[in-house]
């Protein structure tokens, strides 16, 4: 099982951005792609999820209104577009398999979004 994300980002405040996430080695369909970010000196903190199944999505709230998660089935692939973006997104941003139950069992290496102007 791999998951492997896109590279780093620096981004303006207001702007938006996506990291993706190509999942490989399992049946992308039958876990959920989680989102956990943790900014620095911070602990992680979850931001959501997708079932590839259905495109089912869950998200924490505070991200409520300006985040996206999508999922291609074709590509393996999950994404997570967060908009209106602020210095406290500064973040690393980590995709992870969702077992429901059993919590998160991989883990992407992570990708480092920096907002600031």
């Known amino acids: 099982v791999q998951l492997v994300q896109s590279g780093p980002e620096l981004r303006n405040p207001g702007a938006s951005v996506k990291v993706s996430c190509k999942a490989s080695?399992?049946?992308?369909?039958?876990?959920?792609i989680e989102w956990v970010r943790q900014a620095p000196g911070r602990g992680l903190e979850w931001m959501g999820r997708?079932?590839?199944?259905?495109?089912?999505?869950k998200c924490a709230q505070k991200f409520q209104g300006r985040i996206t998660f999508t999922a291609d089935t074709s590509s393996s692939t999950g994404d997570v577009e967060l908009n209106s973006l602020r210095s406290e997104d500064t973040a690393v941003y980590y995709c992870a398999r969702g077992t429901g139950s059993r919590g998160m069992d991989y883990w992407g290496q992570g990708t480092q979004v920096t907002v600031s102007s």
């Open positions: 080695g399992y049946s992308f369909s039958d876990y959920y």
């Open positions: 997708i079932d590839p199944e259905d495109g089912a999505t």
